[in-house]
């Protein structure tokens, strides 16, 4: 379960230059819930991804999940926080260019032994899931846009985290690709993981296996 309470999120430039990004934010998530953030650009729905995924921490307020408090973590267990829990689809990927498939994928796992036999069956595994595994050794660079999603995509799930966030996750795509990612979603709610998504894109609004839409206004959760 993750819970937000009375979060606050100030970005302070400098003294004259304050951003409320996130104002009083309350948000429980239960286990195996997905949960579609909605809002205009500039709302706070990057903000509070980053806040679950312990990459920022709030000015006030607690990040609560599995009980364990995330927003008192250091940056050392917040990493460790990450890596056991947290699959993250960043809007651009954020893979490494110059990197094979198979090396980007196996970015988190960098703490095992990237020539256990179990590390190489698991990277397998998620790039058949994902079907991207005709491309293995190919640099990602050279990949397409729907491609780079799936290697993102496979970079999140191959530490079978219990959380999946996304953001903004077909900024990048085109409609048959979008179709594509939902239908990986439903299969991975299905998985029961707890899934977050921030979007702009109505393809994701009113669908069947979406437990709720949140709509984030000026920091502040609406709906
Ligand atoms: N590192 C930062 N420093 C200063 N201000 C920031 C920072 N990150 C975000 N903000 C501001 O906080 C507010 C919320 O930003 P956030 O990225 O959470 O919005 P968003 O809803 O994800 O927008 P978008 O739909 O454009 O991605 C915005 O006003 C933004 O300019
Ligand atoms: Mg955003």
């Keep these: 379960m993750i819970e937000l309470k009375n979060i606050r999120k100030i970005y302070e ?4 230059d304050r951003v409320t990004a996130l104002d009083n934010i309350n948000l429980t998530v239960q286990e195996g819930e997905l949960i579609v953030l909605k809002g205009a650009s500039g709302s706070g729905k990057s903000t509070i991804l980053s806040l679950i995924a312990a990459l920022s921490k709030p000015t006030s ?3 609560i999940v599995d009980a364990k408090q995330i927003s008192k973590l250091s940056d050392n267990f917040s990493s460790v926080y990450r890596r056991d829990n947290i699959g993250f ?4 990927y954020n893979l490494i260019p110059t990197l094979s498939v198979k090396d980007n994928i196996l970015l988190p796992l960098v703490s095992l032994n990237p020539h256990a036999k179990e590390v190489e069956e698991k990277i397998q595994s998620v790039m058949k899931r994902f079907h991207i595994e005709h491309k293995e050794n190919a640099i990602v660079r050279n990949l397409s846009g729907g491609e780079q999603q799936r290697v993102a995509i496979a970079r ?3 530490n079978n985290p219990k959380i999946i966030i996304a953001d903004e996750p077909t900024a990048n795509l085109d409609e048959k690709l979008s179709h594509h990612f939902i239908d990986i979603l439903r299969e991975l709610k299905a998985l029961n993981k707890t899934i977050i998504i921030a979007t702009h894109d109505p393809l994701f609004f009113g669908l069947d296996f979406v437990d709720r839409e949140l709509e984030i206004h000026k920091g502040k959760i609406v709906l």
Excluded at 89 to 92: E, L, R, V
């Design 13 to 16: 430039a400098n003294k004259f």
């Design 61 to 63: 307020g607690e990040v």
């Design 89 to 92: 689809i960043f809007q651009k």
């Design 156 to 158: 999140a799930y191959v």
